[in-house]
């Protein structure tokens, strides 16, 4: 049963850091990702051995790149959990996302799967938990079981994006605001509800979150985009110029400079903070399984509270 509990190249200079959770007395090394703003590669550690003192750097390291990978972790759901708790408490625990049915059985693409119409609609570019009344701040995804092409996860520096918008544009949105569901953005890929097959989480009856599109983050002080596909009816915007500016954003903020996408191997993990950046999955042949875990981290409700529609 695939979703059982599982417990029981840089064109920059890769640096090491004094971090006290490495094999054979070894130390980390960090490379930052080529050709994007964001992101590091982070190798020779074992997450489930970090001190507090040492997490303190690792955290560090995180908030400056925003997305951290560490190839062959090979984390249990608690190993998950408990390192995703160091980052904040948890909106959720390791939860599988995957196309393959407690049964083994591959789900269809038919449109009669909740799950697998979920799994598509994370195909658009979004933030996690933008619908909800408080907005993720990070999470960590692990890769356990992974097709032998495609299942890629992009990732995309919203922080660098609005930098680099021109002035105009910048003055043009700054007091903006959208509203987030995942009923609206489930419905541009055809999915109307969920039922049994699904858990519902996100299709909540409360009301509907409105918020700024220019967001500072809490932590950092950078100002970055609140945008992707949960966003929609832009305040004083009528329907049309709404969404042309909302796509206009993403597409501004996808840019090559700005994003990264990751090919999995068994056993990796990553964390990303979801305050700044954008991700999505990509295609694979349906017909062999993907079995992802992803525990998601609570936004702190002071800064990631959104206001009712």
């Known amino acids: 049963m695939l979703h059982s509990d599982r417990n029981g190249a840089s064109s920059e200079v890769p640096f090491l850091v004094s971090w006290q959770a490495c094999p ?3 130390l980390p090394v960090i490379t930052p990702l080529a050709g994007t703003t964001f992101g590091a590669t982070v190798t020779q550690i074992d997450v489930r051995a970090l001190d507090r003192d040492s997490f303190a750097d690792l955290y560090a390291t995180w908030l400056d790149r925003g997305l951290l990978i560490f190839p062959g972790q090979f984390l249990d759901n608690a190993e ?8 904040g408490m ?13 049964d083994g059985s591959v789900r269809p693409t038919d449109g009669s799967d909740d799950m697998m119409q979920v799994l598509i609609g994370n ?3 979004h933030q996690d938990s933008t619908y909800m009344p408080v907005q993720a701040k990070g999470a960590v995804f692990s890769a356990e079981i992974v097709p032998d092409t495609g299942g890629a996860t992009g990732f995309a520096d919203t922080a660098a994006a609005y930098a680099g918008l021109e002035q105009p544009i910048k003055d043009r949105i700054a007091d903006l605001r959208a509203r987030h569901s995942l009923y609206h953005s489930q419905a541009q890929v055809g999915h109307a509800g969920t039922s049994a097959q699904y858990s519902g989480y996100g299709f909540h009856d409360g009301p509907v979150s409105i918020r700024p599109i220019v967001k500072r983050h809490p932590e950092t002080g950078r100002r970055s985009l609140t945008i992707g596909r949960h966003a929609y009816d832009i305040e004083g915007l009528e329907a049309a110029e709404s969404a042309e500016l909302l796509a206009s954003l993403v597409e501004l903020a996808t ?3 700005y994003t990264y996408h990751h090919q999995w191997t068994a056993g990796d993990v990553v964390v990303w903070d979801n305050r700044r950046l954008l991700h999505r999955s990509t295609p694979w042949p349906f017909d062999q399984p993907r079995v992802m875990w992803h525990t998601r981290v609570a936004g702190d409700p002071v800064t990631e509270s959104a206001d009712a529609a």
């Not at 998950?80 to 980052?87: G, I, L, P, S, V």
């Not at 948890?90 to 407690?102: K, Q, T």
């Open 90 to 102: 948890l909106e959720f625990g390791a939860s599988p996302l995957s196309n393959v049915r407690r």
């Open 123 to 125: 195909m658009g570019w």
């Open 24 to 26: 054979m007395g070894s």
């Open 255 to 257: 840019e090559p400079m």
């Open 80 to 87: 998950q959990d408990k390192f995703a708790q160091r980052f």
